[in-house]
């Protein structure tokens, strides 16, 4: 073996390596024969033997102080060994000696040690009454500062040895019945500091301020689950110890965990669990009770008592929130008492599981305070007795919008009061008066009976009940009911507040919104209907009246729009953003509310399209204006084809671009197909109103306010159906949305059949708005037929020199193009008006230039007259599209042909071509013989067969006739 590089020997190995050497030497030397081998080995040995020597003296030097040490110590422990065994030997005597002595002296030995035990039994029974005589100071510092483990275990230990050891001494007799009192009454002490500790601690410090800043509902969930109550971790972070022990040094409040710990131990030391279990049990109802009036009372003193109705909803929500808050903290102190309670039971104690209850019950308690809470601030009493249905469903899969415009019945004339004067003024001031002093008194608004059960005062509503409250706390309670559902085992799959709250909103809120927006839509719709029913007012009645149904300049600003809109439109558009909002406050219901938005919306239809056919039709038998008749032909097909014609016009195209539908690049018209189009609406319009002899007699609308009123209704209906199709555009059908779509969507999903539904109805309103638009383009064009049919039929241009002025019917015309231009500049958007009046002139100038055919004869005079007639329409038009109108030029010039002989004409369209049909060109030839009676009929035959040789020989010559 090696050490640090030395190689270590064995003493033994050495000493048998040393013997063996020495044998061997011996042996050598005694069997060698030899006397030289002899001496030689001896050599080597004295060799070897004066080298050791050598090496012994040498080590003997290295280490002489060593050895000297060693020899003195040697020396010392020996010499204290023999000192040892001397004494070891005297005190064997001494003992031997004493037993000897002991041994005669035994009787008395006993006697002296039975009397020492006397002594200190005697003391330490002093030193037990000292300390029983402190036990009341003792108890009540200790109960003062909380420590009820010490305090009970104290008490508990005083009795028992008043009970046994001391119950002798008859000088503790008033001590031990005050103690025993004390201990009987110390459980009561600590059921009430567990009640405290569960209810009163439960008061949240800081309640969110009604003029601060409000965070959401989601995220003071989020801080309660991850700040805990109160500062105390949620239940699913809650670590229970084994065994449970007080610091006498420190604040046993500070953990409320621990302190409930401590008094289930304390009660558990008394003997007290059943009676604690039952005390807790009978008070989680008065106690939640009384945390319900806590808070209302703080609530209301920090609004100062002045809640109105800005900030009433958001009083009860924090009223709730708060509530709920503090029933979180109940539910889970309840938790901790059970768990220690329960610990108690696993440890062996004998306690009959009856006694005690479970969180069932107290959720149950909780649930049953809630919904009486509930019951009272959404009135659930005054408005269970008169319950409004909502509509169970909507099924509109398809709607043809003919149906509406079939023919109908006629009402029967409702009796309407002569005057009324609910907006005097009187009445305005008086009404306003008494809403404002009855604004928050609810004094004969809730039960008796029920304010008593909750420990509430009259004074002590933090607003007013309303079935209306359920918006603004539905999503924090149906939070709050999933987390009791979470915790307890429901028998049926839902608590029974949230039987409830289903049961409430299904049978009242819905019933109740429903007929609050029915009764605000058929308000203001009712007096639309009589107002179209009835338009012939009194002349100075008739502007208010008009106007009556129009909102004002204020609301227009608010609204952000241009022209004006129908009251009634916007009632029902307020209305349905009502339940928009509704839609997102109580998510679960947004099928019944998209039902009653629907709903709405078809009976809005319905009453748009009365009015409309009221505004339309001109007698009892419901005959209509020609326009509207266009509008509605019996099989469609008509209609459809005539307004894909109009609507094919550049007008209407350009009108659908500046309404967001951007056209491609090939949908421009060129200028010839402009001119192409025009001349084909002008000869649909022609062929229409010109194939019968009959002139147009009742068959337009006279009154320029009834066409200020269909202008009305169409940017009214224009702008309802886009604020619609937006709202339409964010709805998503349930079947075909995913969890991502439904965190980014702003409502709820709802049923796709409900949604197809909603989307039809938007298309209708949007089509009858397109509809007014083209009745109204039809209407200014029908107009103009009703004036300048008779100017060609029943006026004479073939009179005196002096019958120069334009025709009558020419300025009627103008007349009425000025009113309708006037009422409709004031409710079309400028780009409406101008599809309106746009190729207007073309049309005039066509119809002229039509009517030459109905003209029996005409001369110089004549001419002159119809050019006036052309120069005065060109004017007005002039002034109303602020463009000139060429067109009539056009039209102008056609007639100045009369002036030339029929052979220059021919002549001229052979030189330079024709500028108009061959048709135009064959009436003036056939008008110039009618007004020269000495022409004959061959005459005319051979300029008509020269006119057709003439005319398509012509390169410019246009169709064929």
Known sequence: MEKNGEKIVNPAAKGRETSEFLMAIVRTLSTSADFEQREKEKARIEKTFTQSDKRLGELV??????????????????????EAREKIKKIKDDLS?????????????????????????????LDQIEQIKEVPTKLDNLLLKKHYLHGTELVVNAVAKLENQLVGVEALRDLKAELITRKEQLHE????????QIYIKSQSPNFSSLQGKKSSTAQKQDNLKRKGVNGIPPPEKMEFGKEVKEDLNSNPEDDPTHFMAILVESLYMLRKIPEAAEGLKVRIQPELSAIVARTSQHILESTSNHVDSSNQSQCLLDLLENIFHQFRFVAHMHKVVLR??????????????????DMTDVW??????????LREYLDVENTSSSRQRAPSSFDEPSTDINSFFAKKRP?????????RFDASIHAISTNSYVDDSRAFDTGDLFSSSLLAEMGLEKNQMVCKPSVYNITAIFKPLELFIREIEDAIACPDGRSSLQAFVTDFVQNIFLGQVHYTVSTSIGSATKDLIRYYKNPQMDEEDESFDALRHVVDHKIQKELG?????????????????ELRELMQDLPDYADQFLNMICNTLKEYRDTCHSAYREIVQYDSDERRVISAMWAKDEDISRFLSFSYEVRSLPSWRSLQSASGQELASEDVCSEEEIKALNSKEAQILISNLTSSDAMIQQEIITDVTQMRTIANVHESLEWFSNRMKDFSNCLSARSATTAADIAASEYPPVSEKTLSSLKNLVKDFQDLAEICLLLLHLEVRVHCFYFLLPVAKQSNYAGPIDDLDPDSNVLKLNKDLSSMEEVLQQSLQPKKFRYIFESLGFLVASILMNSIQYMKKINENGIKKMCRNLFAIQQNLTNITMSREADLDHARQYYELLYINPDDVITMIAEKGGRYTFQEYTELVKLHHRSHAALSPSQLERRMQKLKEVFFKTPNGECDP
């Open 411 to 419: 009402a029967k004339p409702k009796k309407m009061a002569l005057f």
């Open 189 to 196: 002490v600590l059921i009430d500091e567990l009640n405290k």
């Open 561 to 577: 729009v241009i022209k004006p809109l129908l009251t009634s439109t916007v009632t029902v558009d307020k209305n349905l953003q």
């Open 61 to 82: 030097s290295e280490n002489y102080q060593d050895l000297a040490q060693i020899t003195q110590d040697f020396s010392t422990i020996s010499k204290s060994v023999n």
């Open 364 to 373: 149950s308690k909780i649930q049953a305070v809630v919904e009486l809470l």
């Open 97 to 125: 000696s004493c037993k000897t002595l002991l041994h005669c002296k035994r009787d008395e030995l006993r006697r002296l040690w039975i009397e020492g035990v006397e002594q200190k039994t005697m003391v330490a029974m």
């Open 340 to 357: 220690n309670l329960h610990r108690i039971i696993v440890s062996g104690v004998p306690v009959r599981q009856e006694c005690l209850y």
